[in-house]
């Protein structure tokens, strides 16, 4: 079988749009949106943004530019994963660009589990409105008071009472969830204790109006609220939900995750790879335009190897990025597990030393509001912990290759 990680020949034209389109409409008002943050209450959006966004996204939608994650079924963009890769790089390189095109995390996550295990009825209450981009999710896991890199930790609680689920539980750094139009969440649970440790959990669909649920706080990123999407502490109170609300089934909850965790972690680490490339592209407009001690910084110090490196560093991260969505499309899930633990913990540390780079070139404006540096560090250093911390990748990629000494 051969392995083609080039740009083919129908993606070259769509790749080319979103390129212009992201350039052309969305970088122009990207700064002006979000300083209107600022405006007002931090946790609800000034016309001004709805304006902007629901104007971008308007004409994204009307140009064909929509939904590209969804590679299958009739809602699907026809791209193959490593096609979509390439798209992710480009939607990396902008805070706004992914919601624009409809492929933003948490719902690109809770649309593919919803058209992959929802029911007809969950799929026309939820997934055609997060679809349409009419509404935005929250996937609720993680947990306080248990390491929860391990899902089978998960200590929420959904009892079944008649027709009726009732959760009790607290969650916390629940992306998105501060959005006022977040309006669902899948939230994970254990229904099945008595279970192996595996088929304990279940994931179910709760609306945020639901009596009972509630956001405590938002949790603070790098000591930033990332107001109004925000990282929720949540509570669920004898929260109750039909029994129909469960996702594929009782105690099928880890298995759920395992398949909507593959394709996510690709889409972080290409978008990761495009933020490596605008740090890059940053740092090399610095380090040619400024001048300190009678030179251009590009010939000071190790400045010129800082660059050359960073330049290699991508093109591996990017290659083997590619690889990953390629086996994701060509190999089964367990072979493509291990691929894509590689680059979750390879692509972010990555993307954090040439973003570090570019901010140690701007100086003190590295880390002030006048670049995007300091959001993207944030970011990409996040990203090391999100969807798993880089400890349990290493360790199922150092498991994977001590096998064949055993």
Known sequence: MTMDLGVSAKLVPLLEEVRC??????????????????????????????????????????????????????????????????????????????????????????????????????????????????????????????????????????????????????????????DPRCKIMIVMVKTEPDAPKHQQQSQILVPTDTPGFENLRAMNVFSMDDAPHGHMHQKFTNVRVPKENILLGSGRGFEISQGRLGPGRIHHCMRAIGAAEKALELLCQRAVSRVAFGKPLARLGGNIDIIANARMDIEQARLLTLKTAWMMDNVDAKEARIWISMIKTAVPNISIRIVDEAIQMFGALGVSQDTPLAHMYMSQRTLRLADGPDAVHRMVVGRHELKRYA
């Open 21 to 178: 389109f992201i350039e052309k409409e969305i970088l122009p008002v990207e700064v002006e949106f979000y300083e209107d943050i600022a405006v007002g209450d931090r946790w609800e959006w000034t016309q001004r943004q709805t304006d902007i966004r629901e104007g971008l996204k308007t004409k994204a939608k009307a140009q064909g530019l929509w939904n590209f994650f969804l590679t299958e079924g009739d809602s699907g963009s026809g791209l193959n994963t490593v096609e979509y890769a390439y798209l992710a790089e480009e939607m990396g390189k902008s805070h706004l660009a992914a919601e624009v095109f409809n492929c933003a995390a948490p719902d690109t996550g809770n649309m593919e589990v919803l058209h992959k295990y929802g029911t007809e009825e969950q799929k026309k209450q939820w997934l055609e409105p997060l679809l349409n981009g009419d509404i935005r999710s929250a996937f609720s896991m993680t947990e306080p008071g248990v390491a929860s890199s391990d899902a089978t930790n998960i200590c929420a609680q959904a009892v079944l009472d008649g027709d009726e689920w009732v959760i009790n539980g607290e969650k916390h750094y629940v992306s998105g969830a501060g």
